[in-house]
Each structure stands twice: as C-alpha cells, then as structure tokens.
C-alpha cells in the first residue's frame, strides 16, 4: 500500500496560505483547494527580500513584523477575488533547520485481536509522543513510519488489520520553544494566526521531490541564504532532518571580504559569474569589481573570473562536505543514491558537478513541481519551501501532534499547544 494512503486532506474550495520567512525573503502564497486529494492553484503571491532575519531566525521583531505585514498584503490583494474580500486569518509557517531536531522513538501498544482503529494508531503515537516531552521545546511533526503487528514488518498503514500487539516506530521532530514563540509573536502581530508549522527542509522535500524518489530513497537539500537544510526521504516519509548553519549569505560575504566590495556588489557580481567549478578559460575572463571607498569609482578594478571561483568554491564544498558529515553520522547517508539540490543557492552554476563529487551520489536540481498556477516568478528553486509549505498544510494534517488534535479541535494550532502546554506542566 502507498504511503499516501495515510495522508489526510483538506476539503476542497479550502483557502490555505503559507508564510515562508527565510533569511534573503519573506514569501508568502495563498492557494485553493481545488481536489479531494490535496491539489492546490495558486490564487495569491507575495514576496520581498527579508529584514529582522538572521540564519533562519529572527532578531528583530518589529523590521521582521513589517516584511511580513507588506508581503501578506500584496499575496492578499492578489487573492481579493478568491478570498471575497475577507482578509487573510490563518497561516502555515516555516521552522528553519537550525531550530528543528529529529528523534527516532518506537511504542507499541496492546489491540487485543480486534481490528486495528485510528484511534489505536492515535494512542500509540500518544503513546511515543510522552517520550520527547521536553520544557524547552515543542513537537512539531509526527511522522509514524513502521507499524509491526505481532513482530511482522513492513507495514504501512495497520488499519484495519488484526492482531494482539501493534509495534510503531516514528520520526518525530521537535522546534526551539524559544524561537518559535517569537516566530508566532510575530505572526500574531501582524494580526494572523499560526494554523501551522512545518520544518523548513520538509517542506522543500513535498514541493520537489516525485512519489518515487520520496519512495526509494532521497535526500533533499535546501541551500538557502543563512541554513542549509538536509531532509531524508524513504517508504514515502521523512525519516530525517538536519541542516547546516551556512547558505548563499556567507558566500557572498566572502566574496565582499576578499574582493573588497559591498555585500550588494559581492552578490551581484556572485550570481552573475560565480561558478561552483573552474573551468580552463577562467583566468583570462575579467570581471569589475567595484572597490569600497575607491575615491573614483568609475576607475574600473578588474579581478580575474577565476579568482572568485577560487572563493566560491571552498565555501560551497565545507556546505556539502558538512552535510555528508551529518548524513554519515546519523547513520542516513546510504539512503538511496539520489540527492535533489533546491533553494536560491541551488542556482549557483556547476553546482550539481561540485555536490556529485563531495557526496558520491547522483544530483539534480529540484523546483517546486506539485502546484497549479504557480506564477513564474515564483516557480523557481528559491521558492520550494514557500510552496511545500502548502502541500503539507492541504495533505498532511495528521502529522500534526496527536495529542494536540485529539485534545482540543477547535482552535489555532498556537490556541492548541499553549492548551495542550497547561494541561501538560
Ligand atoms: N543565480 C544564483 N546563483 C547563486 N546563488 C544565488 C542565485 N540566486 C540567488 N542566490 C542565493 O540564494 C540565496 C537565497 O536563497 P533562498 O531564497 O532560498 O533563501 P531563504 O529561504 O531566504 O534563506 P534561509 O532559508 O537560509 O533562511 C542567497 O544567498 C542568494 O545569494
Ligand atoms: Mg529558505
């Protein structure tokens, strides 16, 4: 049976909308449900680059608060007609990487011989769940992904089935409570709700990835500005997730430091000429480079091409070299032999040549596939957690935190677990 057996969909004609705060842009997409099984189109689009945000997080509520604020609006105004004039309410957001861990845990639970129940599979991810609690920080994705019935594997979805003792083991992950409050006081002020969260890498993974490549084994890796997220997929589920405190942002200071230019040059000049690799032809290509406090700045400085290779290059090979590391100790990197690079970073020219190399698997590039209407300004890799963001929102409700949806229905999933955090501590 398909993993996809046990998604949970939203109705269709749902409005779903999703904020994805990165730390180069705040996105925002606004989509409709428009099947039974989870299909979303695009109806509203916002985006600009991003203030208040560092690595991920944010260090400054009220320049972040206003970023979100322009770019919910302009998603808002394009959706005026879809949303008939009401305003936005409700929003699935990212958890960067850096504040997101994963945990392996199993629990099994007795079931007596009669047929096996959602509300039996419920009490054992419960169950589980009482095996991460933690003050400090709070569960955001309950992903189960083995069932055994009486010690036989390889189940995908129990229910329905009979036995005496059902065995589950789940990928759990949980976020830094400390930022995540803020993420949400942030959210609030802007007079929007959390309905959602979803970690960064995740999302990234349900937006580029086909059903075969999450079936057999990939590794999704989200090169962003600040973080590099990793997420691992097999048997139709996220089995893991990590990152790397580095992205895009600190290549194009390196380039600023050694070429002594602004940041703004460093990046133009970065997407206009960097290259992962050298090629032969690379130290007689001249680029200007701009100086900072050159008295006459329309003195042309010129640097050969290759030497912003040469620094682009190591940074971008310590990113890949660190994320093989993470995969090797975590004891994921022989997961399936493919690796889909996304995310604005993923742009960089011969990357897919620089990351085969590091990590010895196959590499592509990944852009967000699954969604109708997705204007093209949007449509390329810097904008696949935005859109991932939707998919987990419209498809994969049941991850949410058992306790929390079996505890109280109604309400904001913010209303939920500070409930669910009272009747707990
Ligand atoms: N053509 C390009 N070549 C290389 N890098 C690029 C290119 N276009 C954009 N980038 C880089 O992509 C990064 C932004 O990617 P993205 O929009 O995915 O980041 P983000 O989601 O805002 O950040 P994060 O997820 O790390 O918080 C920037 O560092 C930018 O320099
Ligand atoms: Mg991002």
Not at 115 to 143: C, F, G, M
Not at 167 to 185: R, Y
Not at 216 to 232: E, R, Y
Not at 394 to 399: G, L
Request: hydrophobic share 40%; glycine share 8%; with cysteine.
């Amino acid at each position: 049976m398909s993993a996809k057996a046990n998604l949970q969909y939203k109705p269709k004609d749902s409005l779903v909308a999703a904020l994805d705060i990165g730390s180069h842009k705040i996105a925002c997409l606004i989509g409709r449900v428009i099947d039974d099984q989870g299909g979303i189109e695009i109806v509203g689009v916002g985006y600009q680059g991003s203030q208040g945000i560092k690595g991920g997080v944010i260090v400054d509520l009220a320049a972040a608060e206003s970023t979100i604020r322009q770019t919910v609006n302009t998603a808002e105004n394009m959706a005026a007609e879809a949303m008939k004039g009401y305003p936005l309410r409700e929003v699935i957001i990212n958890i960067p990487g850096v504040n997101a861990r994963s945990h392996f845990v199993s629990a099994d639970i007795q079931v007596h011989g009669h047929d096996i129940t959602d509300n039996d599979v419920r009490r054992a991810l419960s169950k589980a769940q009482d095996q991460v609690l933690s003050p400090d920080y709070e569960l955001i994705h309950t992903i189960p992904v083995h069932y055994k019935i009486d010690g036989h594997e390889g189940i995908r979805d129990p229910r329905g089935m009979v036995g005496q003792e059902m065995e589950v083991e789940i990928h759990m992950v949980t976020a830094d409570l400390a930022p995540l409050e803020n993420m949400a006081e942030c959210i609030e002020r802007s007079h929007l709700d959390v309905e959602s969260v979803c970690v960064s890498s995740y999302a990234a993974g349900l937006s580029v990835l086909v059903e075969d490549e999450m079936d057999l084994g990939c590794t999704v890796i989200d090169m962003g500005a600040g973080v590099t997220s990793i997420a691992v997929f097999q048997g139709g589920h996220m089995i893991y997730c990590d990152h790397v405190p580095i992205g895009g942002w600190h290549v194009t200071n390196d380039i600023a430091k050694i070429m002594t230019c602004s940041t703004a040059d460093a990046e133009r000049i970065k997407t206009l000429y960097g290259s992962a690799i050298s090629s032969g032809n690379d130290e007689n290509e001249l680029i200007d480079i701009p100086q900072i406090g050159e008295v006459n700045k329309h003195e042309p400085h010129h640097e050969p091409r290759s030497k912003l290779i040469g620094i682009i290059q190591p940074r971008l090979e310590e990113i890949l070299e660190f994320v093989r590391q993470r995969l090797e100790d975590n004891g994921v990197n022989n997961v399936g032999r493919r690796v889909v690079l996304t995310g604005g970073a993923s742009q960089m020219q011969n990357i897919t040549e620089l990351a085969e190399h590091v990590l010895d698997k196959r590499v592509s590039l990944g852009r967000p596939k699954r969604l109708y209407s997705l204007p093209d300004a949007v449509s390329g890799p810097a904008f696949a957690t935005t859109a991932g963001l939707l998919i987990y929102l419209a498809q994969h409700q049941n991850e949410m935190p058992a306790e929390i949806m079996a505890s109280v229905t109604p309400g904001t999933l913010w209303e939920r677990i500070k409930y669910w955090w009272k009747e707990n501590w």
